[in-house]
């Protein structure tokens, strides 16, 4: 089975769990998965703009899937907090009402544009975790690079690791293909050399990457306008967006710290809150959890499913708002729980 169709298989089971689990909540059962509250992960927030080849796809969803999110949980009885009061209320007594914190990683720029609205209808606060280098250009978004460099070229030429080769683009399938074996080489390599060596590919293919960092992502003085909104509060997201886990722990520290240092810069207050780039378990681990404590964060996320528990928000997971699942009753499903029960966790 090629990986597109893994892809394709992968969102129809989890798309079967979604309507299993919403089919359950709304009758009532599994009332017990439901937890105390829940915590979700969003990036881009803006309207669909079809393309041949979409591989951060979901990693968007439309304003208008959002505010039919937030219009369905206000109906479920849902509290709409900010993501550093977490740690209190997962400390009073159970039996409240459940709450939902809502997060957005990067700093896009459409978080201002269609994001904010929609949270301010709802009342609901939100946090955007900046990353310094991405706010400031110096630094590319090497998913969003290869997104334009792989739709736009019919081959490419790179070094994996065994020498020059080859890379046909000619079909979708040769695109995701690729994509995967650029991912795998980032997550495998020392990272920093190579975004750097898919940044030197895209721009001798006519491709500026931090011109395409520029365009999506807010600015300082955007960054520091949002933080005076009422609702809105800005988190820290390290420098450059490496896994912290592949990394020294001297280094790691630095992104971590120098990340909260700029929001401080920007906003006068000093960040609560952190996630970790990834956030997934090899790329933020038990270190990276200690570490966020010893720098005063009081909350830390990963992109890791499931619901918040008190005495574990150094290493908070989060549940996604899925480009691929744009659906008002997933919504519901995902707030119950019952996915992860059924997932066993």
């Known amino acids: 089975m090629t990986g597109q169709w893994k892809r394709l298989a992968k969102r129809a089971a989890i798309s079967a769990g979604l309507e299993a689990s919403w089919l359950l909540a709304s009758t009532g059962l599994m009332r017990a998965a439901r937890g105390r509250g829940v915590v979700f992960t969003l990036h881009h927030v803006r ?9 951060n796809a979901h990693l968007e969803i439309t304003p208008s899937f959002l505010d039919a ?14 993501l550093d009061a977490v740690p209190a209320l997962l400390a009073e007594p159970e039996g409240g009402r459940p709450f939902a914190a809502f997060t957005l990683d990067d700093g896009y720029v459409n978080n201002l544009e269609y994001a904010l609205p929609a949270f301010e209808r709802h009342r609901a606060p939100f946090t955007v975790f900046v990353t310094k280098g991405f706010a400031e250009g110096s630094h590319s978004i090497w ?36 994509f995967d074996r650029f991912a795998a080489y980032i997550h495998h390599s020392d990272e920093a050399y190579a975004v750097t060596a898919i940044d030197t590919l895209a721009r001798e293919s006519g491709i500026e990457p931090t011109d395409i960092v520029r365009e999506l992502v807010m600015r300082p003085d955007e960054l520091q ?3 005076r909104r009422p609702l809105a509060a800005l988190g820290a997201h390290t420098i450059s967006h490496r896994a912290l886990a592949r990394l020294p722990e001297a280094e790691a520290r630095i992104e971590m710290q120098v990340s909260a240092d700029y929001v401080e810069a920007l906003t006068g207050i000093r960040p609560a809150t952190i ?45 996604s708002l899925n480009g691929f699942y744009q659906k008002r009753r997933y919504v519901s499903a995902l707030a119950s729980g019952i996915p992860l029960k059924l997932m066993g966790r």
């Open 47 to 55: 309207p669909h703009v079809p393309q041949t080849f979409e591989p």
């Open 69 to 82: 999110a937030l219009r369905c949980l206000t109906r479920e009885g849902y509290r709409f907090v900010p």
């Open 143 to 178: 998913w969003e690079t290869l997104a334009v460099l792989l739709r736009q070229m019919r081959e490419i030429r790179f070094d994996f690791g065994r020498g020059t080769e080859r890379v046909a683009l000619d079909s979708l399938q040769q695109q995701w293909n690729a």
């Open 225 to 227: 306008w949002l933080a």
């Open 275 to 319: 996630a970790y780039p990834y956030g997934t378990p090899d790329a933020a681990t038990d270190r990276e959890a200690r570490m966020s404590g010893n720098l005063g964060f009081t909350v830390a996320v990963t992109t890791q499913p499931g619901l918040p528990a008190a005495g574990k928000t150094a290493y908070l997971p989060r549940i």
